[in-house]
Nanobody
């Protein structure tokens, strides 16, 4: 049973930083891409960033490029999302996702497993 558990969410002022973590368990290898998505109240879930299995390839949504950084530690089965220069519009529930594909993709349907989400609130 694959499980993804996010942590690190909270309340932060605009311009501040926050680091999210997603710990994965139950997968038989580390050769899988991982991603972060987010969903704000009243809006559809949207892609934020993804990283391939080796960490050598990443994708970012235009809205977070230059402000957010995704990374992973395969020895710890953990993916991180470092968020900086936060804006009020970054407020959302952030979800971690993983799948059987080794390569990063921005399409939610390509990910098989999802965490329960962690709330990020940016006050302006």
């Amino acid at each position: 049973q694959v499980q993804l558990v996010e942590s690190g969410g909270g309340l932060v002022q605009a311009g501040g930083s926050l680091r999210l973590s997603c710990a994965s368990s139950g997968q038989t290898s580390s050769r899988y891409a991982m991603a972060w998505f987010r969903q704000a109240p009243g809006k559809e879930r949207e892609f934020v960033t993804a990283i391939n299995w080796s960490g050598g390839g990443t994708l970012y949504a235009d809205s977070v490029k230059g402000r957010f950084t995704i990374s992973r530690d395969n020895a710890k089965n953990t993916v991180y999302l470092q968020m900086g220069s936060l804006k009020a519009e970054d407020t959302a529930v952030y979800y971690c996702a993983s799948g059987y594909s080794q390569f990063a993709t921005r399409y939610a349907t390509r990910y098989d497993y999802w965490g329960q989400g962690t709330q990020v609130t940016v006050s302006s």
